[in-house]
């Protein structure tokens, strides 16, 4: 089994949580932590920006990720959203058997 995490940046709590659902039902991800607000520091045309954000991290299998990773930029209200991937190198079995169910099993 090959798990992935997505981390996503999203400009509010409303849209993690809208994006996080449409991609939870179209089974492209098994599941959305969405996490306490972030304060973003970084360049943005040229001028340092100052910005509250909230992260996510997302769990879905690796034959989903592009997908997944291309679905959220395609919802996102960002011109350059964040999203990364990562691989999972330690999870339990059953976690593992879930996300894969969920979005590779069960379709």
Do not use: Q
């Not at 089994?1 to 981390?7: D, G, N, P």
């Not at 599941?31 to 509250?52: F, H, K, Q």
């Not at 909230?54 to 769990?59: F, H, N």
Request: negative net charge.
């Amino acid at each position: 089994m090959s798990i992935l995490s997505v981390y996503a940046v999203f400009a509010n709590a409303d849209e993690a949580e809208r994006i996080g659902r449409r991609v939870i039902e179209e089974r492209l991800a098994a599941c959305i932590n969405i996490l306490a607000p972030v304060r973003s520091i970084y360049r943005w045309n040229g001028r340092i920006e100052t910005a509250d954000e909230v992260a996510a991290i997302l769990k879905t299998h690796h034959w989903r990720t592009d997908a997944l990773i291309e679905r959220i930029a395609d919802l996102h209200s960002y011109d350059v959203p964040c999203i990364v991937a990562w691989p999972i190198e330690k999870i339990v079995g059953s976690y593992a058997n879930w996300v894969e169910d969920t979005v590779i099993r069960d379709r």
